[in-house]
């Protein structure tokens, strides 16, 4: 698939398109593009602008998630993980961070913050019933495991 992307501000000669950095990666890295270094101290949070729109087709989202290495390290990570562009945003790219760890974070132009993967969207319409059909399952969250079906607890 060709997906139409603009450079915002094509003055910056360093600003790069988000790209897969091994063959089997799902995401892309995508890369801050701010005039001055941004400093996220402990659970500070910021929008950092990448410079970048793009034109997904219809029915894709693409969906911006954290870099696995920052998070780990830092403790940096989307906010509202994942954040979805929809394929009629044409907007800037921008990724809210937030730093989750005991450390400032300095975000300099090009760091790479997070990953983008492109996703089909599929639509549903919804059909009123007045029951649903039963399942084995019983509970909500954490109950999956609770009659030995599941992965132990």
Not at 64 to 88: E, F, K
Not at 134 to 140: A, N
Request: charge should be negative; aromatic fraction near 6%; proline fraction near 8%.
């Amino acid at each position: 698939m060709v997906v139409p992307i603009t450079k915002l501000r094509s003055d910056d000669p360093n600003l790069e398109f988000p790209k897969y950095m091994t063959p089997g990666s799902a995401g892309m890295d995508i890369a801050a593009n701010v005039a001055f270094t941004e400093v996220l101290g402990p659970f500070g949070r910021a929008l950092i602008p990448t410079g970048l729109a793009i034109a997904l087709p219809e029915n894709y989202e693409a969906q911006i998630r954290p870099r696995s290495g920052l998070a780990l390290r830092n403790g940096l990570t989307v906010l509202n993980s994942p954040g979805t562009i929809d394929s009629d945003y044409r907007d800037e790219i921008k990724v809210l961070l937030i730093n989750l760890g005991s450390e400032k974070f300095e975000i300099h132009n090009g760091d790479r913050i997070a990953q983008m993967v492109i996703c089909p969207v599929t639509r549903v319409s919804w059909e009123e019933v007045g029951s649903l059909d039963s399942t084995e399952r019983d509970g909500g969250f954490g109950h999956t495991g609770s009659r030995g079906t599941g992965p132990p607890r």
